[in-house]
Every structure is written in C-alpha cells, then in structure tokens.
C-alpha cells in the first residue's frame, strides 16, 4: 500500500539551529502537508502546499518555517533558527482530491519526526 | 471557540466489548467532512473511518462505525469487538467547505483490558 515517508524519525539540535525535515508523499497525490503534535497535545495545521506554492497555512507557520518542493518527490519543511518550543512531532501528509477513499479525499499520513530542541 | 471538542481524556474498555468515543463539533458550514484517525504508540496517524455532512447513513468501516447525528454535532466513533491492539490514540477531524485543511481534537487515549 502506498505510504508517505519522513525522515529523519528523530532530530535533536540545539536552539537557534536550522532543521529540515523530509518527506517523500505518495507519487500521484497533489496536495502535500505539514502539521505539528507537540508531546500530549492535539495536532495542529501548519500549511499545505499545492502547485508548488502555498495554498494555506496557519499563524503558527511564520517567517521561522518555510516548505519546498524541491524536486518530484520530496516536500521538505525548513525551521530556520529552532526555538525550545518547536520540540514536537512534525507529521508529512498529502492527498489527492481525485481518488477518494470510503467517499473521503483522505489524508494519508508519514510516520512523523520527532524534533527535540536543546 | 473549540472546533472540535473530545470530552474524555482516557477510556478503558474490556476486551471484546464495545466502545463509543465521543466527538462533537462546531461549523457554520453546510459542507463538511467528519474523519476519525488512530494514533498507536508508535505515532503514525491511521486513517479509520469518515462521515460526510450530506450523508444520510452513518458511516461504517468493518468494526468501525459513527453515529452521526446532526443536528447535535455530534460524530461519535463506536468501536464493536475491541481487540488488544485497538489500544491508541484516537483523533476526531473536521474538514470545513470544500478546503483541505484538517483540525483535529485532543483526541482520547483508549486502553482495552484483557
């Protein structure tokens, strides 16, 4: 069954660093996400990216994050200089509003990475 | 104001029972999507099972089915036969209008005894 994939599963830094975190969606989605789980709280919408542009994102997603498509396959989010509180889950998700599952446009979920800022 | 409101933090369930996790919802829209997602220990987000808002049937994935009930905004997921492995989190979402945005619940942890 097709899946979306993030690596790494796991990232320590230190405060102030840059990170990326990758993700590989599923080949023929079109609509490509990012969302957020810090540890015991719900998740949260950061921004979805169709066309290779920005379609919505939320306040949290400010000038710190930025996302990119570099390539066919992968979508990357980019934190510029990490804060304690960008500690948290980051999960990869995409979909196609075109292939409908159970009626749906689903969105299929990575596995998330966990980010641990220092 | 809450989008989403999941009421119960926790719940236990004895195996092989049934078990109902209660979501309830808040939009304006007259279009809109209801999805239950689990999350297991290991963290990945699972898809389970969805209701549209012009769905006249509840919706119903195997063991999985949600009592949709409208006009309280409600969209609460029963579980039927809980198995060991059903212990998870356990994630309502609303979609609103025809966007693609997802915003979740608190969720409830569910723990099913043997």
């Known amino acids: 069954e097709p899946e979306v994939t993030q690596t790494p599963s796991h990232q320590v830094t230190q405060m102030g660093q840059e990170v990326i975190l990758r993700c590989v969606p599923i080949s023929n989605h079109l609509y490509f996400y990012w969302y957020r789980q810090i540890l015991g709280q719900k998740v949260e919408f950061l921004v979805s990216f169709y066309n290779n542009e920005i379609s919505e994102k939320s306040e949290i997603f400010d000038d710190q994050f930025s996302v990119e498509r570099p390539d066919g396959s992968n979508f990357t989010l980019k934190i510029r200089s990490t804060k304690l509180e960008d500690s948290a889950m980051y999960f990869c998700?995409?979909?196609?509003?075109?292939?409908?599952?159970?009626?749906?446009?689903?969105?299929?979920f990575g596995a998330g990475s966990r980010l641990t800022v220092l | 104001a809450q989008k989403i409101t999941q009421t119960q933090p926790g719940m236990f369930v004895q195996e092989k029972e049934a078990v109902t996790l209660d979501c309830t919802y808040d939009t304006s829209d007259q279009s809109y999507g209801l999805f239950w997602y689990k999350q297991p220990s290991s963290g990945e987000m699972i898809f389970l099972i969805y209701?549209?808002?012009?769905?006249?049937q509840n919706a119903t994935e195997g063991r999985y089915s949600l009592n949709f009930q409208k006009a309280r905004k409600s969209a609460n997921l029963v579980i039927s036969a809980s198995q060991l492995g059903d212990s998870a989190m356990y994630f309502c979402?609303?979609?609103?209008?025809?966007?693609?945005?997802?915003?979740f619940g608190a969720g409830t942890i569910l723990r099913v005894k043997s």
């Open positions: 209701q549209g808002s012009y769905d006249e």
């Open positions: 998700a995409s979909s196609d509003p075109g292939i409908l599952v159970s009626g749906a446009n689903v969105l299929t």
């Open positions: 979402a609303m979609r609103e209008g025809y966007g693609n945005k997802l915003v």
